[in-house]
């Protein structure tokens, strides 16, 4: 989910925040999009917090690993998610096959 991408990279107190990007505004706008119940708000919050990283944080990414998930009428489950193919490798707790 957006809110896991955006908590392990940049919040101010990520473990995994390597460009060492703080900001409090942005740590402020993913407690309020967590509680947010509002699909609408809360997608304009995650928005928000991509335009800040957009504009004022720094990120190196030294590869891109692409990968297409395929489907099938009979292929239930399956569906994209942004934390890599196959549902982010947690395809078997999801996915099952109807004959």
């Known amino acids: 989910s957006a809110d896991t991408i955006l908590t392990q990279f940049f919040k ?16 402020q706008l993913l407690l309020a999009a967590r509680a947010e119940t509002d699909t ?6 995650y928005a928000d917090m991509q335009s800040m990283i957009h504009e004022d944080a720094g990120i190196g ?9 395929g489907h099938s009428s ?4 399956l569906s994209p ?3 890599g193919g196959l549902m982010g490798y947690s395809f078997a707790e999801n996915v099952w096959l109807d004959a």
């Open 81 to 83: 998610i942004p934390l």
């Open 40 to 45: 609408g708000k809360r997608r304009q919050l």
């Open 12 to 27: 101010s107190d990520a473990p995994w925040n390597e460009s060492r990007w703080k900001n409090p505004k942005f740590d």
């Open 61 to 69: 990414i030294p590869l891109f690993l692409a990968s297409i998930d």
């Open 74 to 77: 009979k292929l239930k489950g």
